[in-house]
Structures are given as structure tokens and as C-alpha cells.
């Protein structure tokens, strides 16, 4: 697969609207997952070139917090528009370094980019408050201004989406910002950003390093000049992260692990339900936060689920992702693949059943076979950790109080899902469970519209809608007097 525009494929970092290499000429190969084959390098970058382009985000902070709303907002749209011109080399990019299907990654580039256009047009709504005051002689006005010099840390999941969900809102609101892609899926990330350069971003005000995440992740959490830090990942990375701002005190948004459970009612549409179940859990490989990890099936509608589901997911194609037709792509690491061997070894040795697939794929490398379990217990892993990847194991309930409880007992509250036609019974669930979000006969939660973002372990913070902007801005409270 090649691509059209090649000044796309970008091998340099970005610093201050400049292509740079690492000064030694240190870089880093990319693999292709499918095939483990190096499609190319970036430079191994470390605390030095993160603290220039930290220092070059600071220095272009003034001129671009100072434009007006609709000033910035013409540069973000012409972003997108170019997002949307180049998404087929996009898509095939994030591919080839990724492993998702071409079509799901058509999808990411569709909706990554809605977050550009959306927040380009949020940025015009960013109001402030007038607050009575005691006095006929004072005015309390509430201004709210940008944090300032923002760091995006962000995952392979989700090479561009995550990248755009960050940046929409910071951009918008007048922040600058410097981004660490993850190792795995740079070149995406640094595509957005000739884009970036071409859209007429001033320079530093996007700024994006490759390289070590150990040194580039310290110089970014202990920089007194970043005053935001905004992470995607693991639970484990995030507390770390979490940690190391409170030296300087950063506010921190953090989009970390889940464990959703997707839930069906015995009044539930069963195709509904089974449509929702294969793009909750197979979508990206099941790589994904708001993949569902549990499912608690009503034992009055398990057998008939079950036959269901498994029919629909022995349909399933797995292959590279841009053969034809393919519905499952291959695990991102060789690590990833031991997780989910892992998961389903403990899951049989604690009495599963594997009704379909359980291994390694005849595709070899880190292709798994489509997965599912029954008899899926508490205690097994599977249902205690994310397994992020094509694994469903299914466990059987009777009541609603039943699972509720169930559903809760974990320290991650992300995505949750939950299918039956009795509303009251939807929104009394909604309402119980301790998630962030909630699809009700909905698996396909993600929006530019919406408040992304969980509780407990599971994060701080919302991406997306009016929310999204207030984690990149510092309310003022100004006392006017002698009036
Ligand atoms: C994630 O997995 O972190 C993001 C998923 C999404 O945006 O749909």
C-alpha cells in the first residue's frame, strides 16, 4: 500500500515549526504488527530536545493566546479540511504502524478530525460570568484564560484520534502544545503535524518528540512551563504521571484503563445486543479503553446469546488490515499477545469453557483468534484486569441488584454497556452503575459530541463537548470596585 502525498511520511521531529533529528542521529525503528517489518525510523529523542520544544511552546504562547477565538479557528479548520483531503494516506499510515483494518482507520481519521472542526467552533463559546455582589459598588466578573503550555501524551490505540481529542480543545482555547506519541504509532502523529504545518500554525505552537518515554515523560512532568498534562494509556503509567506533576503542581487529565462490563436484560433485542457485543469487543482488535470486558448475560437469555454471538464472531476475518473484508487486525505487540494467551489460560484452568477459538491464530505473529468463554467467574483475571484484546467471556446473572453489584466491583469506571427495552430499568441501571459513561442499546459511545472519561482508577477529567474545554483553561475572578 503506498501513499499519495509522501511529504506525509515523516522521519524528523517537530520543534518549533522545524523538522528535526535527533542531535547524535539516534532514532528508533516502527513496525508493522502484521508483519513485524520495519516500515521506518523516527529519532530517539530524550529531556533536552523535550525541554526546547517545551521552551518553543512557552515562546509562542503569547502571540497565539492573543488572537481572537475566530483567528484561531480559522487555522484549526483549515486542519481539518486537510485531514479530510489526505485521510485515505492517513488511514493508510495508521494501518501499516497500527494494524487496524483500512476501514476502521478511514473511521479514525473521520473522527479525529471532528474533533478539530468541532472545538474550532467551541472556541468562539468560551464565556465568562458576571456574579452579583454585595455591594451596589462592585462587580465580580469570571474571566476563564488558557492554562498555558499543555503536554499530550498519547496511546497506539488510537494513533490520530487521541492526538486530535487533546489538541481540539487546547488549540481552541488559546494553549500551545507539545505531544509524545507512543513508540509504537509515531508516524501518524507526525503526519498531523506537516499537516499542522501546512493548515499555518505559527510556529511552536504544536510541537511533537519521539523517543524515550522514560526522559521525554520526566522533562514533561517536572517542567515548571507545563502547566497542563494531558495522558491516555494505562492505569499503572497514569498514577505514575500523576505523581510526578505534583512537583510542579500541573493540572492533569488522565484517560486511563477500563473494565466495562456490557450487560443484557432478558427483555433486551438479542440482534441489538449481539451487533453491540462485536463492535464493543472486536473493534480495534479489542484494543481499546471502552472495550467491553465482562459480560453479564441474563441466564434466562444466555443460551440463545451465546449461539448468537458466536455465530457473528466465527464470521469474523482476520488478516492484515488491509486485506479485504478484514474485521480483526493483529495484536500490537508480542506482549499484548502474551496478556490475552495469559487471560484465557487462567480463565480455562479456573473452569471456562472456550466455546470458539482460545489461541494463537494461524496467521501467526500476534494474530489471535477470535475468542469466546462461558462460565466466566469473579476471580479469573479476565474479569478482574483488562484484557485489551479479542477475547468475550460471559457470565451469567439473575437479578438486577445481582449485577449491579457485579458490575461494580472493580477499581476502573470507564465504559459500561447495557441493553434492555424497559426504561425505567435503563435509566435505574444507568444510574447505578459507577462508570463515567453508559451506552444503553448503544456500543458506539465515542463522540466529539460527548464527555469522554471515566471514575475511580479510571481517570480525571472529560475529552470532547463543551466539558472538553475546561481542563485546558484557568478561571479569573476579578473584583471591580469604585463603581
Ligand atoms: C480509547 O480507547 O482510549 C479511546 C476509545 C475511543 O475514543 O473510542
Known amino acids: 500500500m503506498k501513499i499519495k502525498n509522501t ?35 523516527v529519532p530517539k529523542m530524550g529531556g533536552d530536545e523535550t525541554r526546547m520544544a517545551i521552551e518553543a ?7 497565539w493566546k492573543a488572537k481572537t477565538a475566530q483567528e484561531r ?14 485521510q485515505e494516506d492517513l488511514a493508510i499510515l495508521m494501518t501499516l504502524e497500527q494494524g487496524k483494518p483500512l476501514a476502521e482507520a478511514r473511521g479514525e481519521i473521520a473522527y479525529g478530525a471532528n474533533f478539530i472542526e468541532w472545538f474550532a467552533h467551541e472556541a468562539k463559546r468560551i464565556y465568562g460570568d458576571m456574579i452579583p455582589a454585595k455591594s451596589t459598588s462592585q462587580r465580580i466578573m469570571v474571566i476563564k484564560q488558557p492554562i498555558g503550555v499543555v503536554a499530550a501524551i498519547t496511546p497506539w490505540n488510537f494513533p490520530s484520534a487521541m492526538i486530535t481529542r ?89 484517560e486511563l484503563g477500563g473494565n466495562a462490563p456490557f450487560i443484557v436484560f432478558p427483555d433486551a433485542d438479542l440482534d441489538l445486543a449481539v451487533k453491540g ?36 464472531i466465527s464470521q469474523l476475518k482476520v488478516g492484515d488490515g488491509f486485506e479485504a473484508d478484514v474485521g480483526q487486525g493483529p495484536l500490537i505487540t508480542q506482549a499484548a499477545f502474551d496478556k490475552v494467551s495469559a487471560h484465557v489460560a487462567d480463565a480455562t484452568k479456573n473452569g471456562a469453557i472456550i466455546e470458539l477459538g482460545g489461541a494463537e491464530h494461524e496467521k501467526g505473529g500476534t494474530f489471535f483468534q477470535p475468542t469466546l468463554l462461558t462460565g466466566l467467574i469473579d476471580s479469573m483475571l479476565i474479569s478482574k484486569e483488562e484484557t485489551f484484546g479479542p477475547v468475550a467471556g460471559i457470565c451469567r446473572f ?44 448503544e456500543a458506539a459511545i465515542s463522540s466529539e459530541l460527548a464527555p469522554f ?10 475529552e470532547g463537548s463543551h466539558y472538553g474545554v475546561d481542563d485546558f483553561l484557568e478561571l479569573k475572578y476579578v473584583l471591580l470596585g469604585g463603581i
Request: hydrophobic share 35%; glycine share 8%.
Open 7 to 41: 511529504d506525509l511520511l515523516k522521519e524528523c521531529c517537530y520543534i518549533n515549526g522545524q523538522w528535526v533529528s535527533e542531535n547524535s542521529g539516534a532514532k528508533m525503528p516502527v513496525y508493522n504488527p502484521a508483519n513485524q517489518e520495519i516500515i521506518s525510523h
Open 57 to 63: 511552546a512557552d515562546a509562542a504562547l503569547p502571540e
Open 73 to 86: 479557528s480559522e487555522i484549526m479548520l483549515r486542519w481539518y479540511e486537510l485531514m479530510k483531503e489526505n
Open 166 to 254: 487533546k489538541c481540539g480543545p487546547a488549540l481552541a482555547v488559546g494553549c500551545t502544545i507539545v505531544i509524545k506519541p507512543s513508540p509504537e504509532s509515531p508516524l501518524s502523529a507526525l503526519a498531523l503535524c506537516q499537516l499542522a504545518d501546512q493548515a499555518g500554525f505559527p510556529p511552536g505552537v504544536i510541537n511533537c518528540i519521539t523517543g524515550d518515554a522514560k526522559s521525554i515523560g520526566a522533562e514533561m512532568t517536572s517542567n515548571s512551563i507545563v502547566r497542563k498534562l494531558s495522558f491516555t494509556g494505562s492505569t499503572a503509567v497514569g498514577k505514575l504521571l500523576l505523581e510526578q506533576c505534583a512537583s510542579t503542581v500541573k493540572k492533569v487529565s488522565l
Open 277 to 312: 457485543a462485536m463492535l464493543c469487543k472486536f473493534r480495534n482488535t479489542g484494543q481499546t479503553c471502552i472495550s467491553a470486558n465482562r459480560f453479564y448475560i441474563h441466564t434466562d437469555i444466555h443460551d440463545a446469546f451465546v449461539e448468537k454471538f458466536k455465530t457473528e
Open 398 to 441: 439473575s437479578s438486577d441488584d445481582e449485577v449491579i453489584k457485579l458490575a461494580n466491583d472493580t477499581n476502573s469506571g470507564l465504559a459500561s454497556y447495557i441493553y434492555t427495552k424497559d426504561l425505567s430499568r435503563a435509566i435505574r441501571i444507568s444510574e447505578a452503575l459507577e462508570y463515567g459513561m453508559v451506552g444503553v442499546n
Open 453 to 462: 472519561g471515566g471514575v475511580k482508577e479510571s481517570g480525571l477529567g472529560r
